[in-house]
């Protein structure tokens, strides 16, 4: 096992090539050729009804998208679609690996679809941005619980945590910043039944989290979807691979709870006498250390499985007393807490974002923030060009 | 040539001009989608409290106005253009314009409507593509009061102030000037 760091972005002349080979790809110009005979006219006649050159036509056919003036009159010349002009070919560019759902959700085609054309969403904004970062990279040689360990360990060293205790939803932003991974906050589509989902835009490593998820129950798939980050496994489309998301779910429970902790808690719930007392002072822990208990208890029970401790409703209540994420960011009610609340938790998103925001519009703001009907994207967007001056 | 009115552009001239939905001599349309984003969310509630005043007053293009293959054309077009990514040659982004922004450009190009809007990346989009007309908001204000339609006073004047607070969309300075010119008055908005 070892750990690297991948320079992912490229000179700029590099990144600039590719973006032009992305834009030759959609852009279907050797159709016209085709339309040209299908239609028995000219290359000439083509240039003549359009009001352009034959040269300009040629470049078309090469794959020069035309400006849209001309588009609008080669569909109507040939009375076609203009969706017939471009290929609908996926370049990869865009993946949604893995997901871990919520609860016994299973991971359907329909939500890795809809977490795609979520993902779809960010293409340009992303496409757009070249400077991805340089990313930690680690590779573990097998899947075992000693190589989940280790990884844990390693992660729980890049983030800082405190050795013996668990870490707070706050702590996984700062180790998401460390790995960086830009947090998207969304409402998800009910079809994409997940906490939080991982995705790889144009090079990006992406985390969209569901506003509806309680914090408590945001910790543990943020650490699972960071493992899938920082393991930098690439699949396309619907690679869904369950024994990699096993493995990260260990990965991410030895983040979550390391051993000196599990002994701590196991040191005092082996010591009291009933289960009901055992499950109220695993609800103290949880609420001191901001964790569910189910992951826990189901650590302790590993240790001993003759200890009884059914937390299902013990955990339901406890997470009563924390708020979803959507809560926090909403908290105010106010564009300039929203803007402040992002920066925070996700830094790396609001810097791609302020990059851009002299550029997008304020509807396209909102669809972005996906902020559409909580609050109005202008006072937003002026808040995030004030900062932007503010801090060049 | 009509012009079709984009939301932030309705809420910086409908208390200058309640009429210009509802007297073709303004010569102004918008459409659907504009106005259920000025009335059906929760959008603009704050900012702009007073705009529901104005409901009746803002009336969206009938569908039976509106040229649907013509519009349905451009807008595969527009969303086609988009998705293949095309540069914004003044900030050198990828023009990344939402649903309703490509709905609106459809629409505008459709007709052969001016289109005011005050987001930049639409207007790059309508003049770089499509060599569309767009006009700013103080521009149609002043084309208002070159025709005679609206006389300029201290209470329209209020107006002005209230855009700067809102913090809308500054004005060109030719537009400015023209507007000096025409109504003696001394701008005092963005």
């Known amino acids: ?392 | 040539m009509n012009i079709l009115c984009d939301t932030c552009s309705i809420l910086m001239l409908i208390r200058i001009a309640p009429n210009m939905f509802c007297d073709p001599r303004y010569e102004c349309v918008t459409i659907h989608e504009v106005h259920q984003e000025l009335f059906r969310t929760q959008k603009s509630k704050d900012k702009y409290p007073w705009r529901l005043k104005y409901k009746s007053k803002i009336k969206a293009l009938g569908s039976s106005k509106i040229k649907k293959d013509d519009r349905d054309l451009y807008f595969k077009a527009i969303r086609n253009m988009i998705q293949a990514g095309k540069t914004n040659k003044k900030t050198g982004h990828f023009f990344n314009l939402s649903y309703a922004d490509q709905i609106i450009a459809a629409c505008s190009l459709a007709h052969n409507f001016k289109l005011t809007t005050v987001d930049g990346d639409l207007n790059d989009f309508i003049i770089q593509e499509f060599s569309g007309a767009t006009i700013s908001p103080l521009g149609i204000i002043n084309d208002w009061i070159k025709k005679g339609i609206l006389k300029w006073n201290d209470e329209l004047q209020a107006v002005f102030e209230d855009w700067d607070k809102c913090n809308e969309a500054p004005q060109s300075k030719n537009e400015i000037r023209r507007f000096e010119k025409l109504s003696r008055y001394k701008y005092t908005g963005p």
């Open chain 1, 1 to 392: 096992m070892y750990m690297i760091y991948i320079l992912i972005i490229k000179f700029t002349w590099f990144v600039t090539k590719i973006k032009e080979r992305e834009l030759i790809m959609e852009w279907a110009g050797g159709k016209i050729k085709d339309l040209i005979k299908e239609n028995k006219i000219s290359i000439v006649k083509l240039a003549k009804l359009t009001g352009v050159s034959r040269q300009t036509v040629n470049d078309w056919i090469n794959g020069q998208a035309p400006k849209g003036n001309h588009l609008i009159a080669i569909c109507k010349i040939f009375n076609i679609n203009p969706d017939l002009l471009f290929s609908n070919e996926y370049d990869g560019s865009i993946s949604v690996p893995v997901t871990r759902t919520r609860r016994t959700a299973k991971v359907t085609r329909a939500l890795q679809k809809d977490a795609l054309n979520l993902a779809k969403e960010y293409d340009l904004f992303f496409r757009n941005d070249n400077s991805a970062g340089v990313f930690p990279v680690i590779r573990g040689q097998n899947r075992t619980n000693k190589t989940a360990k280790k990884i844990a360990l390693e992660i729980r060293a890049l983030a800082g945590f405190d050795k013996k205790l668990p870490p707070d939803h706050e702590h996984v932003f700062e180790l998401m910043e460390k790995l960086g991974i830009k947090i998207i906050f969304r409402d998800f589509p009910e079809k994409i039944k997940a906490y939080a989902f991982y995705t790889r835009i144009h090079e990006h490593r992406v985390v969209f989290i569901n506003n509806t998820t309680n914090i408590l129950d945001l910790i543990f798939p943020l650490l699972h979807e960071s493992v899938h980050a920082v393991r930098d496994e690439f699949r396309v489309n619907d690679g869904f691979d369950e024994e990699e998301e096993l493995f990260c779910d260990m990965v991410a429970n030895h983040i979550q709870f390391p051993d000196e902790y599990i002994k701590t808690v196991y040191s005092v719930i082996k010591n009291i006498k009933t289960t009901g007392a055992r499950i109220n002072a695993l609800k103290e822990f949880g609420r001191q250390n901001c964790h569910a208990i189910f992951g826990l208890a189901k650590q302790i029970q590993s240790i001993n499985p003759d200890i009884n401790l059914k937390v299902g409703g013990a955990d339901t209540n406890l997470k009563k007393e924390f708020f979803t994420i959507g809560e926090i960011l909403f908290q105010e009610n106010d564009p300039r807490d929203y803007v402040h609340m992002i920066m925070e938790l996700s830094p790396l998103f609001t810097r791609t974002l302020l990059n851009q925001i002299d550029g997008i519009t304020d509807r396209k703001l909102g669809e972005i923030i996906g902020i559409d009907n909580m609050l109005d994207s202008r006072p937003i967007k002026d808040e995030l060009l004030r900062l932007k001056k503010a801090v060049p």
